[in-house]
């Protein structure tokens, strides 16, 4: 929005008007505007919350201050919510497909995790929304996601030109005023399924060489088992976000630092010069997406304020569901996918934690009778609680590992 007006005020010559032709300006502007909602408007939906007694449901799990939050304010993912989209349509360009793809992500998974919540708060249903209609919902904007990125003439990857003898094509560049000479490799913007594989030399990998029988024919076929990779990457870290969220500030404080090294991946990815340097790959107009994730930071630090133990207010649905599929379509969209295994390893190690936990317990009951299990609890979280050890070294530890992982996967762009 901010753009568009700037094409009506860049004539009347007002100073400093021209930054917000500027990622990096507006980026900035972004996540201050974020924090300032979190933290200027958090307080009173907190307080609305707390007078229409919408409170958690609490289930005795044995687990130490677990009763004392009951009554604790939830739906708080409102709050990230709106502190993210609302920055978003203020400093990004709403005409690209990439923030337009995001902000979908956001308002859909939003919606779904908030009927959870309603379900649960206001319907007294203690099991929400059904399982099935979830994921429903998530393979929806998995097809969504998959057929734009890969039908969309807008989605398209800077790849250099091949001469006949197989080596890469280059010209000779004269810049007109110094009248030097400069070579450089011939590039032309193509449509692709390729994505980002780190530690390896070569590391690119293209989905349509899991159908080496689709012929120039095959397109239904490549773009099924594109849009099957997108749905499962989305669901998984969706749900596995959800599953973090069972401590203050855990999945809030996660979802941070994966916001800042997606952040810095979608920098680099969309910018010329850094992406050369670096030999990744150049996905043009994908630095836009660098204010969307701006505002995200902004949102989870901001709503970290209030959710940091003992926390005021929880997310929810409305907001776990959503941190989860945000952090897995950008990764798609700048095609580091492959990556978040690592970079989401909290997620990951949740996720299994539950997985390995559930299917022990079956197996074992089904071949002795009786069920056994791996973890004193799942997810991994509460089984360091039952363990003695109190919630925030629990929390502050995950964090320090989350930082670990977010670093090696910044090092993973020159580890090759």
Same mark, same amino acid.
């Given at each position: 929005?901010?753009?568009?007006?700037?094409?009506?005020?860049?004539? +009347?010559?007002?100073?400093?008007?021209?930054? *917000?032709?500027?990622?990096?300006?507006?980026?900035?502007?972004?996540?201050?505007?974020?924090?300032?909602?979190?933290?200027?408007? %958090?307080?009173?939906?907190?307080?609305?919350?707390?007078?229409?007694?919408?409170?958690?449901?609490?289930?005795?799990?044995? +687990?130490?201050?677990?009763?004392?939050?009951?009554?604790?304010?939830?739906?708080?993912?409102?709050?990230?919510?709106?502190?993210?989209?609302?920055? $978003?349509?203020?400093?990004?360009?709403?005409?690209?497909?990439?923030?337009?793809?995001?902000?979908?992500? =956001?308002?859909?998974?939003?919606?779904?995790?908030?009927t959870?919540?309603?379900?649960? !708060?206001?319907?007294?249903?203690?099991? #929400?929304?059904?399982?099935?209609?979830?994921?429903?919902?998530?393979?929806?904007?998995? *097809?969504? !996601?998959?057929s734009?990125?890969?039908?969309?003439?807008?989605?398209?990857?800077?790849?250099?030109?091949?001469?006949?003898?197989?080596?890469?094509?280059?010209?000779?560049?004269?810049?007109?005023?110094?009248?030097?000479?400069?070579?450089?490799?011939?590039?032309?913007?193509?449509?692709?399924?390729? $994505?980002?594989?780190?530690?390896?030399?070569?590391?690119?990998?293209?989905?349509?060489?899991?159908?080496?029988?689709?012929?120039?024919? %095959?397109?239904?076929?490549?773009?099924? !088992?594109?849009?099957l990779?997108?749905?499962?990457?989305i669901?998984?870290?969706?749900?596995?976000?959800? /599953?973090?969220?069972?401590?203050?500030?855990?999945? =809030?404080?996660?979802?941070?630092?994966?916001?800042?090294?997606?952040?810095?991946?979608?920098?680099?990815?969309?910018?010329?010069?850094?992406?050369?340097?670096?030999?990744?790959?150049?996905?043009?107009?994908?630095?836009? /997406?660098?204010?969307?994730?701006?505002?995200?930071? %902004?949102a989870?630090v #901001?709503?970290?304020?209030?959710?940091?133990?003992?926390?005021?207010?929880?997310? %929810?649905?409305?907001?776990?569901?959503?941190?989860?599929?945000?952090?897995?379509?950008?990764? *798609?969209?700048?095609?580091?996918?492959?990556?978040?295994?690592?970079?989401?390893?909290?997620?990951?190690?949740?996720?299994?934690?539950?997985?390995?936990?559930v299917?022990?317990?079956?197996?074992?009951?089904?071949?002795?009778?009786?069920?056994?299990? !791996?973890?004193?609890?799942?997810?991994?979280?509460?089984h360091?609680?039952?363990?003695?050890?109190?919630?925030?070294?629990?929390?502050?530890?995950?964090?320090?590992? #989350?930082i670990?992982?977010?670093?090696?996967?910044?090092?993973?762009?020159?580890?090759?």
């Amino acid at each position: 929005m901010i753009h568009l007006l700037y094409e009506w005020l860049k004539y +009347l010559d007002i100073p400093g008007i021209g930054m *917000v032709q500027y990622i990096s300006f507006r980026s900035a502007a972004a996540i201050i505007t974020s924090l300032f909602i979190t933290m200027g408007f %958090g307080r009173k939906l907190i307080n609305f919350l707390h007078k229409k007694q919408i409170g958690e449901e609490v289930r005795d799990l044995g +687990l130490e201050g677990q009763i004392q939050k009951k009554g604790t304010p939830t739906m708080g993912g409102l709050i990230i919510l709106a502190s993210i989209i609302i920055p $978003t349509l203020l400093f990004a360009k709403l005409d690209n497909i990439y923030i337009l793809l995001m902000l979908i992500t =956001t308002i859909w998974l939003g919606l779904i995790g908030f009927t959870d919540d309603y379900i649960k !708060v206001f319907l007294k249903d203690k099991e #929400g929304l059904a399982g099935k209609f979830k994921i429903l919902g998530q393979i929806s904007l998995g *097809v969504i !996601v998959a057929s734009t990125l890969y039908f969309s003439e807008e989605v398209v990857v800077r790849e250099r030109v091949l001469n006949e003898s197989g080596d890469f094509k280059k010209e000779i560049v004269i810049d007109v005023e110094s009248g030097l000479q400069d070579v450089q490799f011939v590039t032309k913007d193509v449509k692709s399924t390729r $994505t980002t594989i780190p530690f390896i030399k070569n590391h690119e990998f293209d989905y349509a060489w899991l159908v080496p029988f689709a012929d120039q024919t %095959g397109k239904f076929w490549r773009w099924l !088992v594109y849009a099957l990779a997108i749905i499962l990457i989305i669901t998984a870290v969706s749900n596995a976000a959800n /599953l973090t969220d069972g401590i203050d500030g855990l999945a =809030t404080g996660t979802s941070a630092i994966s916001g800042v090294t997606l952040g810095i991946l979608a920098y680099v990815s969309g910018n010329v010069i850094y992406s050369d340097y670096l030999n990744i790959m150049y996905i043009p107009n994908i630095g836009e /997406l660098t204010i969307f994730i701006a505002a995200f930071i %902004g949102a989870t630090v #901001g709503f970290l304020w209030y959710n940091s133990y003992p926390a005021q207010v929880f997310m %929810g649905d409305t907001g776990s569901l959503a941190l989860g599929g945000i952090l897995a379509v950008f990764a *798609v969209i700048i095609r580091k996918e492959i990556l978040i295994p690592l970079l989401c390893g909290i997620f990951l190690v949740e996720n299994l934690s539950v997985i390995i936990q559930v299917a022990y317990f079956k197996y074992t009951k089904r071949k002795y009778g009786e069920g056994h299990r !791996v973890f004193l609890m799942s997810p991994i979280h509460h089984h360091y609680q039952k363990k003695g050890i109190p919630e925030a070294k629990i929390v502050t530890r995950f964090w320090i590992v #989350g930082i670990i992982l977010a670093v090696l996967t910044i090092v993973t762009l020159k580890m090759r």
